[in-house]
């Protein structure tokens, strides 16, 4: 059993920067990848970033990519997601999520699930 707690939303403006936390307890990692989605009312949970745990290799969606930076801490058990240049598109629910398939872009690639922190982006 893995539990993820994710931490770092808040409220920010337009072209600032933010990172969010994902923490995990209860087993080792090792073998998984951690993906970051985000979901908006009425939406699925979409693929932002992802990063294998024990090799480091990142994916990122194209939306992201060079906004975003996905990375890990094995010794604090910790994946990061470093967002810059938000946009107010950018608001949502981000979660953090563990599973065993590497490169997984989907919600059903994924076995466990933070509950998730909200990012607010004004204009």
């Known amino acids: 059993q893995v539990q993820l707690a994710e931490s770092g939303g808040r409220l920010v403006r337009a072209g600032d920067s933010l990172t969010l936390s994902c923490t995990a307890s209860?087993?080792?990692?090792?073998?998984?990848?951690v993906g970051w989605f985000r979901q908006t009312p009425g939406e699925d949970r979409i693929f932002v970033a992802s990063?294998?745990?024990?090799?480091?290799?990142?994916d990122y969606a194209d939306d992201v990519k060079g906004r975003f930076t996905v990375s890990r801490d094995v010794a604090k058990n910790t994946v990061y997601l470093q967002m810059a240049n938000l946009e107010p598109e950018d608001t949502a629910i981000y979660h953090c999520?563990?599973?065993?398939?590497?490169?997984?872009?989907?919600?059903?690639?994924?076995?466990?699930w933070g509950q998730g922190t909200q990012v607010t982006v004004s204009t």
């Open positions: 209860g087993r080792t990692l090792n073998g998984y990848t």
């Open positions: 990063v294998s745990w024990s090799e480091g290799n990142t």
């Open positions: 999520a563990a599973g065993r398939r590497p490169y997984g872009v989907f919600e059903r690639q994924y076995d466990y």
